[in-house]
């Protein structure tokens, strides 16, 4: 069919509005012969009917497969230049026990970002010495927290933390494991609120201000300085960057093997992956492989010894293996007015939005769609999938085509939204955050509940839970 003028260049009309585009969707995602979005062996009605909607669907065996692959890849590839890998999921993409412990099981180790975080891990039943605490605040609680059940490395962010962590570990009676976050100066290609390496941000120190800092770190006695640590952004394609962010780091961080051993370099995450059939992002295999001849050529011209390299996918892991499913409630055509011709635009609300995802809203992030409870041989139409908070800016989907003849009542899909749709989840508008389920062999498990009205209401001071307020759903 011919383009719409209001879509987007990289948006291709030829491909069919019912077709399943490969890398967007879980490894166990298929249409039945009737049409119907299955996920792991159960349909998408059926889900619906049983959890209602918005629902985020995990295929786990593609989880769990994913976090192996992830890290056979990484161990192989700096096994094969003589060096070795240490892998971390990264739990802010999305974290439940469930998932702990499927990426634990998986041979992956954790890394969490906050008290909360390290309270879910812990709850999985994650040994400690697996987990890094991460963050570029952590309260004085979370410090003595993470010290007193045995972290396994904590990552510094500022010489307060030095010196906060450094009293911790002598007060509780142990010697803490500890890395620097150090700004390698990259910048990479990806939005700038996600972009995590350059001097002028939150995270981190600078290659000049690090040795000065590894020194007071290690004159600590209940320290032990076990590396530096950097993560350039998330959501990047290729591995430019990568290698330039570690060239710059092993030259660090051989200059401070004079003082000490520096048995780890960890090079962080930010690994991403298909939203839309236009991204092509590099696979895993490929950027260990390159990530692996870089860091052996570095060390050989450094005249130095691979160290220990750790690295921290998050979205890699979990992103392509959750679908969320949406109930349409109403459609509306409008018309543009675009280089002096008029052109339709198609808007399918549904019932969730920025609460279940912001990252449309956060970063612009383009997302795919497909209707889910049938396919249609209607002539496609240019849609946009809006949610229903009152924000104009509240967009699930910018731009897609489905079958034009796409209606109330049809469950619609977005692949690829394992990670940050849950983690960034809020009650806009009072919404309750709803649940996720697990499929697995035909099997359909909540992993977390979903939430209810009287959920919302329990924080709330000023309501007596024993007296329902007319009118309101019990």
């Not at 892991?317 to 280089?339: M, N």
């Not at 409870?373 to 897609?400: F, M, T, W």
């Not at 309750?432 to 909540?446: F, H, L, N, S, Y």
């Amino acid at each position: 069919m011919e383009s719409n003028p209001l879509a987007p260049d990289w948006l291709d009309a030829s491909v069919d509005a019912n077709a399943l585009w490969p890398g967007l969707w879980s490894a166990n995602t298929v249409r039945a012969t009737d049409g119907e979005l299955v996920v792991a062996g159960v349909a998408a009605s059926q889900l619906v009917e049983q959890f209602g909607t918005p629902l985020y669907v995990v295929d786990e065996a593609h989880a769990r497969n994913r976090a192996v692959e992830v890290r056979e890849a990484f161990e192989r590839e700096l096994g094969r230049v003589g060096g070795r890998a240490s892998v971390y999921y990264a739990g802010k993409a999305f974290l439940c026990t469930e998932v702990a412990r499927w990426v634990t099981e998986a041979g992956l180790n954790i890394d969490v970002a906050s008290g909360g975080e390290l309270a879910v891990a812990l709850a999985a039943g994650v040994a400690p010495a697996r987990l890094g605490f991460h963050g570029n605040n952590k309260s004085q609680t979370e410090i003595d927290r993470a010290v007193g059940v045995g972290v396994g490395t904590i990552v510094m962010d500022s010489l307060w933390e030095i010196e906060r962590v450094a009293e911790s570990a002598a007060r509780q009676g142990v010697t803490q494991r500890v890395r620097l976050r150090v700004n390698s100066g990259v910048h990479a290609h990806t939005h700038s609120f996600l972009a995590t390496a350059h001097e002028d941000q939150k995270f981190g120190v600078t290659i000049t201000d690090a040795p000065a800092l590894v020194a007071r770190i290690r004159e600590h006695s209940a320290l032990n300085f076990v590396g530096i640590h950097c993560h350039i952004g998330s959501q990047i394609f290729g591995t430019a960057g990568f290698a330039e962010s570690a060239s710059r780091l092993l030259a660090l961080h051989s200059e401070l093997l004079a003082g000490g051993p520096v048995p780890e370099l960890n090079l962080g995450g930010g690994f991403g992956i298909a939203y839309t059939p236009a991204d092509e992002p590099t696979p895993i295999g490929a950027i260990a492989a390159e990530i692996a001849d870089m860091v052996a050529a570095e060390c050989a011209r450094l005249g130095i010894e691979i160290p220990l390299i750790a690295l921290e996918p998050g979205r890699a892991v979990i992103g392509t293996s959750t679908a969320t499913l949406y109930t349409v409630g109403t459609t509306k055509d409008v018309t543009v007015e675009f280089d002096g011709t008029n052109a339709i635009r198609r808007y399918v609300s549904v019932d969730g939005g920025m609460s279940d995802n912001a990252r449309p809203a956060l970063y612009e992030a383009d997302y795919s769609v497909r209707i889910a409870n049938r396919v249609s041989d209607a002539p496609q139409q240019l849609v946009r999938i809006a949610g229903k908070h009152c924000e104009s800016g509240d967009i699930v989907v910018y731009a897609d085509y489905l079958p034009g003849d796409v209606q109330p009542g049809d469950i619609v899909a977005t692949p690829a939204t394992g990670a940050y749709c849950f983690s960034l989840s809020s009650n806009y508008n009072y919404l309750a955050r709803p649940p996720v389920v697990a499929v697995r062999d035909g099997v359909a498990r909540v992993i977390v509940r979903g939430e209810t009205e009287q959920d919302l209401l329990a924080r709330d001071m000023g309501v007596n839970l024993k007296q329902p307020n007319d009118g309101a759903p019990q």
